[in-house]
C-alpha cells in the first residue's frame, strides 16, 4: 500500500507518530514510486519556501522585556485613570458638600438648564374619609430617603409598615410643600407644627427618614433601625425633633 | 592554582563539615521559572516567527510588528499562559490584524475610492537587475494574494514550522487532513506563481 498525500507530508514535517514513522520508512525504502513523490513534494516545499523569503522583511528588533514593560504600563495607566476618577469623584463632592460651597448653587443652576426639573408636587386631597388630609405617594425604588427639611417643635411622624408597593406620606391640608426627586421625598415642613403620617412597603429595600440632616428611621430590607423605642406590630412614632435635640 | 571549584565559602573549615557545606551549596533548590521568564522564552521563540508569518501575509513590515507585538501585551497582561500558547497567538494576532485590515479599508474607502486604479496604473518595472528581483517579490506577492485565505494562512503557518496541531487549532481545521490540506495550498500557490510569468 503506497503512502497517501497526507503520510507524505507529514513525513516531510515530521508529524507522523513514530510507528506510522517507522513504517514509513520501511516502505519507503521499498519502493521507488513513493521516493520519488516524496523527493517531489520535498523540492516543491523548498521551492516554495524559498519564494516566500523574497516577500520577507528585515525582522524589526524588538525585546521581550519592552514589551512585557509595555503590558505592564497598559496595567497601571488603567489604574492611574480609575483612581484619578476616583480622586476627581472625591475632590468634587467635599467641594459640593462644603459649607456655604458656591458649587452646590452652580450644579443646581446646571441641572435646571439641561432640563432636568425634581418633580413639584403641592399636596393634593387624596380620597378618603377626611378631606383636610393631603399627601403623596410615591415608589421607593432601591434607595429612598424622605427628608424634613425643619426640625418641628411639635408634631410627630407615625411610621407603618404596609403590604402595598408605595411609599404614601399623608399631612394636614396646607403644612408642607413635596417635592419627589430621584432616591429623594423632599418634606419642606418648615414653621409647621403637625403630625405625619408615613407608610413604608415591606417590600421597600431600602428607605431612610431623615430631619434636617439627622437620621431618624432606616429599614434597609428587613432591618429597622430607629433611636426610638418601639413595640412591635406598633407603628413607630418620632417626634419631628432633629434627631439629638 | 586552583579553579573557584576548590575555594571554600566560609573560611577555613574541617573536612567533613567543608564538605557537607559544599554537598549544601550545589543542591541548592531549582528556581522555578516564573510567568515573566516563560513568557521571555515565549516572546523569544516565537515573535520572529508570528511577525514574518504576518509581514508575509499582509506585505506590511510594521503593521505585522505591531499587530504582533500587540498580541504578545495581551498575553502578558493575561497573567498566565493559555494551553496551547502558540496557537492562542496566532488567533489573537490574526483578530487583531483582521481588525486593524477592516477599519482600514473602511477608512480607505471613504478617504480614497480610487486607490484601486492607481493601483492597476502602476508603471512597469525598469529591466534591471533588481527590478527582477522587485518582479519575482511581486509574483509571490500577488500568488499569495490569490490563494484562499485558509491556504495562504496553513502555507505561511508550515513554512513558520508550526506544528499540525497548531495550525489545526488555529485554523480551525480537523488536524488529520492537514498534511494533504498544506500539499494542496503548496501546489495551488506554485500554480498561481509559474501562471503569472505570462501576465503582463
Known amino acids: 500500500m503506497h503512502l497517501d498525500e497526507e503520510q507524505v507530508q507529514r513525513h516531510l514535517d515530521r508529524e507522523l507518530t513514530e510507528s506510522a514513522e517507522t513504517s514509513a520508512r520501511e516502505h519507503l525504502a521499498a519502493c521507488a514510486d513513493c521516493r520519488r513523490r516524496v523527493a517531489e513534494a520535498e523540492e516543491e516545499m523548498n521551492e516554495v519556501h524559498g519564494l516566500l523569503r523574497l516577500v520577507d522583511h528585515p525582522m524589526p528588533a524588538i525585546r521581550a522585556e519592552a514589551v512585557a514593560a509595555r503590558a505592564r504600563w497598559h496595567d497601571s495607566a488603567w489604574l492611574r485613570r480609575a483612581a484619578g476618577i476616583l480622586l476627581a469623584v472625591g475632590i468634587g463632592g467635599a467641594v459640593y458638600a462644603a459649607p456655604g460651597s458656591p458649587v452646590r448653587g452652580w450644579v443646581h443652576a446646571m441641572v435646571k438648564r439641561i432640563g432636568y426639573r425634581a418633580e413639584q408636587v403641592t399636596p393634593t386631597p387624596m380620597r378618603g374619609p377626611d378631606s383636610r388630609i393631603a399627601g403623596i405617594a410615591v415608589d421607593p425604588g432601591l434607595k429612598l430617603v424622605i427628608l424634613f427639611t425643619s426640625p418641628q417643635a411639635a408634631g410627630e411622624a407615625k411610621v407603618s409598615l404596609t403590604d402595598g408597593t408605595e411609599v404614601v406620606v399623608r399631612a394636614p391640608l396646607g403644612v408642607a410643600t413635596f417635592t419627589s426627586g430621584v432616591d429623594q421625598l423632599v418634606i419642606d415642613n418648615r414653621g409647621s407644627l403637625a403630625s405625619f403620617e408615613i407608610q413604608i412597603p415591606r417590600a421597600a429595600p431600602w428607605v431612610e427618614i431623615r430631619v434636617a440632616g439627622g437620621s431618624l428611621f432606616l429599614k434597609a430590607g428587613a432591618q429597622i433601625t430607629t433611636n426610638q423605642p418601639v413595640e412591635p406590630q406598633a407603628p413607630y412614632i418620632f417626634p419631628l425633633k432633629a434627631p439629638g435635640s | ?200
Not at chain 2, 489573537?92 to 485590515?101: D, G, P, S, T
Not at chain 2, 479599508?105 to 522587485?134: F, G, H
Request: with cysteine; hydrophobic share 40%.
Open chain 2, 1 to 200: 592554582m586552583d579553579g573557584p571549584e576548590s575555594v571554600p565559602c566560609h573560611g577555613k573549615a574541617p573536612a567533613g563539615l567543608f564538605a557537607r557545606r559544599r554537598e549544601g551549596a550545589c543542591a541548592l533548590p531549582k528556581r522555578v521559572p516564573t510567568f515573566h521568564d516563560r513568557f521571555v522564552e515565549l516572546f523569544d521563540a516565537h515573535f520572529p516567527r508570528l511577525c514574518r508569518y504576518l509581514d508575509r501575509l499582509s506585505g506590511e513590515p510594521d503593521l505585522a510588528a505591531d499587530v504582533v507585538q500587540e498580541a504578545f501585551v495581551k498575553l502578558y497582561r493575561r497573567g498566565s499562559l493559555p494551553d496551547a500558547p502558540e496557537a492562542w497567538l496566532i488567533s489573537v494576532a490574526m483578530n487583531l490584524f483582521r481588525n486593524v485590515k477592516t477599519t482600514r479599508s473602511r477608512r480607505r474607502r471613504l478617504l480614497t475610492p480610487a486607490r484601486s486604479e492607481w493601483s492597476l496604473s502602476d508603471p512597469p518595472p525598469p529591466p534591471d537587475e533588481a527590478v527582477t528581483a522587485e518582479s519575482s517579490r511581486r509574483r509571490v506577492r500577488l500568488a499569495l494574494d490569490q490563494l484562499p485565505d485558509r491556504e495562504r494562512r496553513m502555507l505561511l503557518l508550515q513554512a513558520e514550522g508550526y506544528s499540525y496541531r497548531d495550525i489545526a487549532e488555529a485554523l480551525d481545521l480537523n488536524e488529520a487532513s492537514v498534511g494533504a490540506l498544506l500539499a494542496r495550498a503548496r501546489r495551488a500557490f506554485r500554480k498561481t506563481y509559474e501562471e503569472s510569468f505570462g501576465a503582463p
